[in-house]
C-alpha cells in the first residue's frame, strides 16, 4: 500500500498523469538500484530519464521539465549543491532531493539553505523511504503552487477593487463598499501569506517547527544569549527503535507515535526552550536562560522520562525512549554548524552508553569528533590518491598441511602518520558509508589477484574477503558482486564471502535472501570471528553457510583455560554435524597447531603458519609451500616425565618458511 492510500497525505495534483523524473548520478550502478526502486514504487507511471554527468545536466535544465530531480550530492570533482547554484532561476527545478553516501550534518544543512525537498543517504534507501521522500516532496510543492495561485488571485481582485475605486471615488455611495471589498481582499491576502509560511515552516505532520524555521531560531537564540550574556544549550534526540516500531506496526502507526512524541515533547519542556522536528524520528530542543550544566540536564531528564512512558496507538500499547545529546554554547560550540555538529557527536555517544540517556559534549568528545572529521576527509583522499593496499593471509588444512586459500586484509598507508590500523579506519568508514566504495575496491583487486595466481600455479588460489552489514542494507550486494566475477573472470567457488555475526542481528531475513543468491551465484559464505556476536544455532543453521571461523580470542587462551578449549572443540563438532568447513584464526604456536592437528576437519590461519603479505612475498610463499612434495612433520606426542605436557624436543620447522 502507497503513503498515499495510507493516509499519510493527499496525492498531488501532478500525479494525475505520470511522474516525469530525472535522475542525475555519475554511478550507474546507484543510477541502476535508484531505478529499480522507483519502477517498484510507481510501476507503469512513471517517465525515467537519467543523466550521468555535469554538462550534461546544465544544458538539460530549462529544456525539459521534470516532476521530481534525483541528484547525487557528489558528481566527479563537483557537487550536486554547485549545479543547483550554477543554473538560471528561471530555470531552478522546484522539487529536487540530494542522494549521497555521506551523512554529513553540515552538507545536510547546505541542502536545506537551497531549497533541496530532501536529502536522503544511499546506504540508508529503500523503497518506502524513498517514496516518502518523493511523495512529501510533490505534495509540498503542489500547495505551494496552489497558495501561489491563490495569492496572485487576491492580488488581481485588489487590482481590480483599488482601479473601481478610483473610478468611482466621486460616488460616495460605491465608495464605502469599494472600500470594503478592499479590507476584505487585504484581508485575505494576510491569510494567504500566513498559510504560505506555515507551509514553508511548520511540519505538516507536528506541527512543530521544521528544520528550516529551526535553523532561523537557533541562529536567533545564539545571537541573544551572546548579548544577554546567559547560557544556551542544543539538545538533539532520537527515538530508539522507532524503525522496528514501523516496520512491524506500520507506517500510520509510525506517524501516529511521532504526532503524540511531539505533543509530550512540547508539554515537558520549559515556555522558555523551543522543540522542532529535524526529520524522520529526530527531534530538537533549543534550551535557553541556563544558569548551570544542570538546568539543562533537568531539561534533558524530563525529556526521557515523558517519551518513557507507554503510548497508546489504536489499541496498541508501543513502548519507546529517547536518546539525548547535548551541546552547550561555549568556544568549541559558538555557530549553528558546530552547535549541531557537537550534539549530534554526544546523541551518539548517548546511544552507545545503553539509549534512554542524555551525554554532553565534553573536550574528550571535541576531540575525537576533530579526529573523526578529519578521518572522513582523508578516507575519501586515499581511496583516490591509492593509499590502501591488500595483504594476504595464506589458510591451511591442519592434517596435511595444504593450501586452502587467503584471506585478503584491507591495509592504509598513509603518506604522513603511516601505516593506520584498521580498527581505527574501519568503523569510521562504516559509519560513513564510505566502506561500500572501498569494499567494492577490495572485491576487484582481491579477485584480479586470485586470477593471476590460478593462472601462475596452474591451480585455484581461492580467496576470502569481509563484507559489511552496510553492503546488505545498500539492497545490491549480489549485483556488484556478480559484476565484478564477470569482470575479472574469477570462478564463483573461488570467492568466500565472510560475514560478521552482527550483521545477522539487523534483518536475518534480509541477509538470508541475499546469502542465497551470492551461493547461487557459486560463492562460498563463511562466519567470522564466531563466538563474539549475536548469531544463535538457529541462524547458523538457518544460513546457508560454508565455513565457520573460530574467533582468535578462544583460540590464544585454548591451551590454558579449559573454557575457551571447550568453546573451540564445540565449534569443531559443531561444523563437523553441519557439513562446513571450521577454520581455527590467530594460530600462533606450535604448540597450539599440534593440539588442532589432533582434531578432526580443521584448517588454520595465523603468524605461525604465514603473517598477512604484500602479493610478491604472499607469491613466494606459495611458490614454495604449494609444492607437490612437501608434508607436514609428525605430529608432536606428549612426553608422559613431563606430566603430559608437549615435549620440547627439536623437531622439524612446520612450514618451509618458519
Known amino acids: 500500500m502507497s503513503l498515499a492510500q495510507q493516509g499519510a497525505f493527499e496525492p498531488s495534483p501532478r500525479e494525475a498523469r505520470p511522474l516525469k523524473i530525472l535522475i542525475i548520478d555519475d554511478d550507474e550502478v546507484d543510477y541502476r538500484a535508484t531505478r529499480r526502486m522507483l519502477i517498484e514504487i510507481f510501476g507503469a507511471d512513471i517517465s525515467l530519464d537519467w543523466i550521468p554527468d555535469w554538462n550534461t545536466a546544465t544544458r538539460a535544465f530549462g529544456q525539459t521539465n521534470y ?141 512543530l517547527p521544521n528544520r528550516v524555521l529551526f535553523m532561523s531560531q537557533l541562529e536567533n537564540m545564539i545571537e541573544h544569549s551572546h548579548r544577554s550574556e546567559k547560557s544556551m544549550a542544543l539538545l538533539l534526540l532520537d527515538l530508539d ?110 546511544k552507545d552508553a545503553g539509549r534512554g540517556v542524555y551525554h554532553f559534549f565534553d573536550a574528550a568528545l571535541n576531540k575525537q569528533v576533530r579526529t573523526l572529521s ?57 559509519s560513513t558509508g564510505q566502506i561500500a566504495a572501498m569494499s567494492e575496491w577490495i572485491l576487484r583487486e582481491a579477485c584480479k589477484q586470485s586470477v593471476q595466481w590460478a593462472a601462475m600455479f596452474g591451480r585455484s588460489i581461492p580467496v576470502a574477503v569481509n563484507l559489511s552489514a552496510i553492503q546488505f542494507k545498500r539492497g545490491r550486494l549480489v549485483e556488484t558482486i556478480s559484476t565484478i566475477l564477470s569482470g575479472t573472470g574469477l570462478p564463483p567457488a573461488s570467492l568466500t564471502l565472510e560475514i560478521t555475526e552482527t ?62 578449549a571447550a568453546v573451540v572443540e564445540a565449534v569443531i563438532a559443531l561444523g563437523r554435524n553441519l557439513g562446513v568447513t571450521v577454520v581455527a584464526e590467530g594460530v600462533e604456536t606450535r604448540e597450539q597447531m599440534e593440539y588442532l592437528r589432533a582434531m578432526p576437519s580443521i584448517d588454520a590461519q595465523g603468524y605461525f603458519i604465514a603473517k598477512p603479505m604484500r602479493p610478491p612475498q604472499c607469491q613466494t610463499w606459495l611458490s614454495k609451500n604449494l609444492r607437490p612434495d612437501f608434508t607436514l612433520p609428525a605430529p608432536v606426542i606428549a612426553d608422559p616425565s613431563a606430566g603430559g605436557q608437549v615435549s620440547s624436543q627439536p623437531q622439524q620447522r612446520f612450514l618451509a618458511h618458519r
Request: proline share 3%; hydrophobic share 40%.
Open 67 to 207: 516532476d521530481v530531480y534525483l541528484i547525487d550530492y557528489f558528481l566527479g570533482g563537483r557537487t550536486g549543491l554547485e549545479l543547483i547554484e550554477s543554473c538560471d532561476p528561471s530555470d531552478k527545478p522546484s522539487v529536487f532531493i540530494f542522494l549521497t553516501g555521506h551523512d554529513d550534518r553540515q552538507i545536510d544543512v547546505a541542502a536545506t539553505n537551497a531549497g533541496a525537498s530532501g536529502y536522503l543517504v544511499k546506504s540508508d534507501i529503500n523503497a518506502s523511504t524513498l517514496e516518502r521522500s518523493i511523495r512529501y516532496a510533490l505534495y509540498m510543492a503542489g500547495k505551494k503552487e496552489a497558495l501561489q495561485r491563490e495569492t496572485l488571485a487576491v492580488k488581481a481582485a485588489k487590482d481590480v477593487v483599488e482601479r473601481q475605486s478610483k473610478m468611482h471615488a466621486k460616488l460616495a455611495g460605491d465608495l464605502s463598499a469599494t472600500q470594503e471589498k478592499l479590507r476584505a481582499a487585504l484581508k485575505s491576502a494576510e491569510e494567504s501569506e500566513q498559510k504560505y509560511r506555515n507551509l514553508a515552516q511548520y511540519d505538516l505532520l507536528t506541527e
Open 241 to 350: 527503535r522507532f524503525k522496528s516500531i514501523n516496520d512491524s506496526l506500520g507506517h500510520p502507526i509510525g506517524d501516529r507515535l511521532l504526532m503524540q512524541v511531539a505533543k509530550r515533547l512540547t508539554g515537558c519542556i520549559r515556555k522558555t526552550d523551543t522543540a522542532a522536528r529535524l526529520g524522520g524520528d529526530e527531534f530538537a530542543v533549543i534550551a535557553t536562560n541556563l544558569q548551570s550544566h544542570k538546568d539543562t540536564a533537568i531539561v534533558a531528564q524530563h525529556i526521557i522520562e515523558a517519551l518513557a512512558a507507554p503510548f497508546e496507538i489504536e489499541g496498541h500499547e508501543v513502548n519507546t525512549s529517547a536518546s539525548v545529546g547535548i551541546a552547550i554554547l561555549n568556544e568549541d560550540s559558538d555557530t549553528v554548524e558546530t552547535l549541531l555538529k557537537n550534539a549530534d557527536a554526544a546523541l551518539y555517544k548517548a
Open 374 to 430: 578529519l578521518l572522513k576527509r582523508e578516507l575519501c583522499d586515499a581511496l583516490l590518491q591509492d593509499q590502501f593496499f591488500l595483504e594476504y593471509q595464506p589458510q591451511i588444512e591442519t592434517s596435511t598441511g595444504r593450501v586452502t586459500g587467503v584471506e585478503a586484509l584491507v591495509r592504509w598507508q598513509h603518506p604522513t602518520r603511516g601505516r593506520v590500523p584498521p580498527c581505527d579506519f574501519i568503523p569510521t568508514a562504516e
Open 503 to 564: 550483521v545477522m542481528i539487523h534483518d536475518v531475513d534480509e541477509v538470508e535472501m541475499q546469502l542465497r543468491k551470492l551461493v547461487t551465484l557459486g560463492a562460498k559464505i563463511a562466519i567470522d570471528d564466531f563466538g563474539t556476536g549475536y548469531s544463535s544455532l538457529a541462524h547458523v543453521r538457518q544460513l546457508p553457510i560454508d565455513q565457520i571461523k573460530v574467533d582468535r580470542s578462544f583460540v590464544t587462551d585454548m591451551l590454558v583455560n579449559h573454557r575457551d
